[in-house]
């Protein structure tokens, strides 16, 4: 797995990691409300993860190093992010249980992400 350092204007991916094939990706997005972690394949002109983080740095930064350990035990077969849900109903993603119980199926460490109910 490779760091690509590149500078983005202010929509765009940055942060990105990819595979060591390099047809895999993932990286932050900054939006409206905070930021979100959106991963996929170079070229298909979508994302398979669009998960919102909001504005909560560390959320953000649990959940970009959980992808990252999912992609260096990804044995190269198949989409590294398939089986995994595309988006959480509930924004962000740590107020939606029925989310973080389905990521945790396949990233067990997904378990250290604190649901919160919404208030």
């Given amino acids: 797995m490779k760091l690509n350092k590149r500078e983005e204007s202010y ?11 390099g047809d895999y990706f993932f990286g ?4 409206l409300f905070g930021r979100r972690i959106r991963a996929g394949k170079y070229g298909n002109g979508w994302v398979d993860l669009d998960w919102c983080c909001g504005d909560n740095p560390v959320l953000l930064a649990k959940i970009y190093v959980l992808l990252q350990l999912h992609l260096e035990r ?18 962000p993603l740590n107020h939606d249980s029925k989310f973080l119980e389905k990521v945790t199926r396949i990233i067990p460490e997904f378990k250290e992400i604190q649901y919160e109910e919404r208030s």
């Fill in 28 to 31: 932050i997005m900054n939006v």
């Fill in 74 to 91: 990804w044995d190269g077969n198949e989409n590294p992010f398939s089986g995994l849900p595309s988006i959480s109903e509930i924004k």
């Fill in 11 to 21: 929509e765009e991916i940055y942060n990105i990691i990819e595979t060591e094939t």
